[in-house]
Each structure stands twice: as structure tokens, then as C-alpha cells.
């Protein structure tokens, strides 16, 4: 591969690899951070204890956090195809994706909040606040900080699961680094592949760092 | 203002032992009063105070504010009533998410109030408080005494009756503690507020109470005004103020007495008067004068002489000195 079409390449596959990891993120903190709220809101010192249920969902998070992500990958199919219609391609990749992070950021996301001071839940009481005006105006403010890094190791994560998306045709940086660099012997690609990886993680820590420092009010 | 029947709070067993917190505490906390609790940690004067607006759920028995009993209410006429309540905390717990005006802000907006009502009352608070020059710093730039002032105005933003403080000064150094308490004063008077607050400090409760209660194990050991408390020699909150000392023997022919006396009867020249009326010897074997409630209460030790004691005794009674004979 000459470097005019390695370098092509490589944007194309970067793309698909942002393409699925992006929306993934979103799809995992839309659903992953209600998760970890009622992992910690149904605690037994939880703003509504429900023991039971919080054993219960505990038990399910524990599931999806112990497939290894290729295994879920595969495992997945069935209903990947029951969502989006067909269970190939970067699309299709979203659905095991989101899959495999929700319960890793929600236990993320539960730490997080837990990290918040049990005083200002007591402070927004006793003003009379509800169980959801804590929950939105001082669990998730309080924690934004932790949880903005929370959200950068998950992509981070994610950027990791989607090299095994080839696997299911989705193609993206790990794909090319699998398929040239190490089945067609061109290191080139691969050793290309891996310093753009290592440039984007680098990338990815130190802007959700920044965004982190930026939210810590003053410390 | 406040009336509890009856309060019982367990936490379970530890050692085989019941641990409660609370046993049987009946509470009267009257309107424009300065009423403290004094226990040491463990003695459950925390959890009672989270128990007056049900932060912490009491197993049984009954909470009156203001005339309305709370342990009934659904849940949303509690928070109704729980903004009748401000509270303030030892350590604070002001969010680090916003500045001091949000924060002031923060019960206003639980409440629904609209923002350009908000901002009005915000800079009421901040006047009050004398803090308007850090309306747009963050709890962390603040001194500790500073963030108390923002709790406080924080905690009276939607103009309760009723201020609840959860050891509000013990996170404080002497000084600040004094300007707190000073400002606590103020708003009792200005706003006839009423306050409720714990504390192991017998400073506080010297300073700015005229009610107080002590507890010991999850009891009130004793309540009421804290100058009936002081009168009463064998009182714990009695003895808190004047440790109790080694007994000095009368000699031969003296009878000795332990003297209090509160108030006016503090500035007279009592033992003066009591040697010329009565031709007594009197002896001072110690004493001191403090401060309590803007009072000054006295306590000496004496012995004394003479045919006429019995009429000096009576005396002295009449003019409510507390005498103690030994």
C-alpha cells in the first residue's frame, strides 16, 4: 500500500471507528447513567432503598461486565438483527457496542455519585427538594467532574471493543490493523493504525481532562 | 413551636446491646426561643435534630411543628413543610457546582420561585449576612466561617419559622464560632426567629440559649429555661457551668453553703448587706461570676457565723439567691 492510499485508508476507517464509537457513547451515557442513578438511588442507604432490586440489577451488570466483548459480540447477533434490521456492518457494531458499555459506565457512573458528599443530599432535604431534584440538581452537578472522566475511559474502552467489530463486518482502525497489518504482513498499516490509536486516546484523556478540570468549580 | 412525644429511635444491636438513639425524647421548644441541646457525641442529640424535620425517620412517636404533627404527612406536603425549616450543618454542605448567590438560590428554586423573585431575595440574604461582596464566589474561596454565613442565608431563603443547627459551629475556630453565634443572635431578635440546635459546646448553649436541653444515651435528662437549669445545684447543666469542687470542711462553729445567685442579684452588694443586717461572719472559700444567657450568674462558696442565720438564710431566699447548706 503506497502512503497516498494507507493514508486514505486510514481516514476512512478512523471514520467508521469514530462513527461507531461516537454513537455508541452517546447511546451508552443515555442509558448507563439512569442505570447507575437507580444503582445508587435503590441502595440500601439510597434516597429509595429497594434492597431487592438493587441486588438484582447489581447481579445483571455483573452479567454484562464478565462476556468477554467477543463473545457478547457474537452472542448478540439475534437481536442485533431484531433492531437494526441486519446484524452486519458499523451500524449493526453500534448495538453489542452499547451493549458491552452500558453496565461498565453505569458501575463507573455509580462511583461517581457515590463520591458525593451524603450532606448535600441532606442540605437539598431538608429545603424540601424531591427525590428527582436531587437526583438532577445535586447527584449529577456534584459529580459532573468525575463523571466527564467516567465518560473518557468508556470511549476509551470502546475505541478497544470496536477493533473487534471486523469481526462483524464493521470495519474501522482495529479491522485495518487485523487485515493488512498482521494477515497481509504490511506493517506499514499496522504500525500507521497503531500510532493514530495511541494519538486519539492521548487525545480523547487529556480534552475530557481538560473539560473535567474545567468543571471543578474553583478547587 | 416544636413539641416531639415520645421519640424512639433504634439502630439495631450492637454487643448484644440495643443501640438507641433516641429513648422516649418529649421535646417543647416554645416560639422566639434559643433552645440548646447539649450531649456529648453518641448521647443521640443528632439524630434527634434530623428526626424534627424527618431527614431521619423516628420508629415511633410524634413530631409537632408549628401545630402540624409531621410523621403523617404524605410525602409531598412534608416538603411543603420541610421549607418551613431551614437547617445548618457543621460541615457546611454547600454545593461546589455553584456559587454563593446559586446556592442562596438553591431552596428558591426547589420551591419554584421565579428567578427575577430569586435574585431580589438573594440580595436580601447576601445583606444580611454581610456577605454581597462574594455573591459570585465558589464555596471553596471561602473561609469556613464564610460558608456558615452562606448556609444560613441559604437556610432562610423562603423565610422559615423555624432554624434547625446541627452542630453549626463545631467545624469553627473560637473566633468565627463567636461571630456565628453573634449572627444566630441577631436573626432570633430581628426576625423572631425560632432555634433549635445541638452542640457539645457548653460555650454555644452559654452564649445564646435561654432554653436547653441535656442528653445522655438517647435522653433528655433535663429541659427548660437555662435559668431555672443553673439554679438547680444538682443539675447536669448546673454542674457543666460550675464544675463541681472539693467540698472545703467548715470549721468548728461555721456552717457552710454554697451560694448561686442570677441576674441583678449578681451586681449587689450582697454579702455586704448580709454582714450589716444580720451581723454575720461570712468566709469566702471561693466562687465565680459567668456569663450565661446574657445573664450573669454567681456561685460562691461561704462559710458563715452567727445567732441570726436562720433569719439571713431567709433572707437571702427571699431574694432568690439559691442556698445550699453542707
Known amino acids: 500500500m503506497d502512503l497516498n492510499t494507507l493514508l486514505a485508508r486510514l481516514m476512512k476507517e478512523a471514520g467508521l471507528t469514530l462513527y461507531m464509537v461516537g454513537v455508541s457513547t452517546v447511546f451508552t451515557v443515555l442509558l448507563g447513567l439512569p442505570l447507575g442513578v437507580w444503582l445508587i438511588t435503590s441502595a440500601r442507604d439510597g434516597l429509595s432503598p429497594r434492597p431487592v432490586l438493587n441486588k438484582i440489577l447489581g447481579f445483571i451488570v455483573n452479567v454484562g461486565r464478565s462476556l468477554p466483548f467477543i463473545i457478547l459480540l457474537l452472542l448478540l447477533i439475534p437481536f442485533t438483527r431484531a433492531l437494526v434490521g441486519t446484524a452486519i456492518g458499523s451500524t449493526a457494531a453500534i448495538v453489542p457496542l452499547t451493549v458491552a458499555a452500558v453496565p461498565f459506565f453505569a458501575r463507573l457512573a455509580e462511583n461517581s455519585l457515590r463520591e458525593v458528599e451524603p450532606g448535600l443530599v441532606d442540605a437539598a432535604r431538608s429545603m424540601g427538594a424531591s427525590k428527582w431534584q436531587v437526583i438532577s440538581k445535586v447527584l449529577i452537578p456534584e459529580a459532573l467532574p468525575s463523571l466527564v472522566l467516567a465518560v473518557a475511559i468508556t470511549i476509551i474502552s470502546l475505541i478497544s471493543y470496536s477493533a473487534m467489530a471486523g469481526v462483524v463486518g464493521g470495519g474501522g482502525l482495529g479491522d485495518l490493523a487485523v487485515r493488512y497489518g498482521y494477515q497481509r504482513y504490511e506493517t506499514g498499516v499496522m504500525v500507521a493504525t497503531v500510532i493514530f490509536l495511541i494519538l486519539l486516546v492521548q487525545g480523547i484523556q487529556a480534552l475530557f481532562g481538560w473539560l473535567s478540570d474545567r468543571l471543578k468549580y474553583h478547587q | ?326
Open chain 2, 1 to 326: 413551636m416544636i413539641r416531639t412525644e415520645h421519640l424512639q429511635k433504634s439502630f439495631g444491636q450492637q454487643n448484644g446491646q440495643d443501640l438507641h438513639a433516641l429513648r422516649d425524647v418529649s421535646l417543647r421548644v416554645g416560639k422566639g426561643q434559643i433552645f440548646g441541646v447539649l450531649g456529648e457525641s453518641g448521647a443521640g442529640k443528632s439524630t434527634l435534630i434530623r428526626c424534627i424535620n424527618l431527614l431521619e425517620r423516628p420508629d415511633s412517636g410524634e413530631v409537632w411543628v408549628d401545630g402540624q404533627e409531621l410523621t403523617g404527612l404524605p410525602e409531598a406536603e412534608l416538603r411543603q413543610a420541610r421549607r418551613q425549616m431551614g437547617m445548618i450543618f457543621q460541615h457546611f454542605n454547600l454545593l461546589n457546582s455553584r456559587n454563593v448567590s446559586e446556592n442562596i438560590a438553591f431552596g428558591l428554586e426547589l420551591a419554584g420561585v421565579d428567578p427575577d423573585a430569586r435574585r431580589k431575595r438573594v440580595e436580601e440574604l447576601l445583606d444580611l449576612v454581610h456577605l454581597s461582596d462574594k455573591a459570585k464566589a465558589y464555596p471553596r474561596q471561602l473561609s469556613g466561617g464564610q460558608k456558615q454565613r452562606v448556609g444560613i442565608a441559604r437556610a432562610l431563603a423562603t423565610h422559615p419559622k423555624l432554624l434547625l443547627s446541627d452542630e453549626a459551629t463545631s467545624a469553627l475556630d473560637p473566633q468565627t464560632t463567636l461571630g456565628v453565634l453573634d449572627l444566630l443572635k441577631d436573626l432570633n431578635r430581628q426576625l423572631g426567629l425560632t432555634i433549635l440546635l445541638i452542640t457539645h459546646q457548653m460555650d454555644v448553649v452559654r452564649r445564646i440559649c435561654d432554653h436547653a436541653a441535656v442528653m445522655r444515651e438517647g435522653r433528655v435528662v433535663e429541659q427548660g429555661p437555662i435559668n431555672e437549669l443553673i439554679l438547680n445545684p444538682d443539675g447536669v447543666l448546673a454542674q457543666a457551668i460550675f464544675p463541681p469542687s472539693e467540698p472545703i470542711p467548715a470549721e468548728a462553729g461555721w456552717h457552710s453553703a454554697t451560694l448561686t445567685f442570677l441576674g441583678d442579684s449578681a451586681r449587689e452588694p450582697l454579702l455586704a448587706e448580709l454582714v450589716r443586717s444580720f451581723a454575720l461572719d461570712v468566709n469566702i472559700l471561693g466562687g465565680s461570676i459567668q456569663p450565661v444567657a446574657g445573664n450573669r450568674v454567681g456561685r460562691l462558696q461561704v462559710q458563715m457565723k452567727g445567732p441570726r442565720l436562720t433569719e439571713a438564710l431567709q433572707w437571702m431566699r427571699e431574694r432568690g439567691i439559691q442556698v445550699e447548706l453542707h
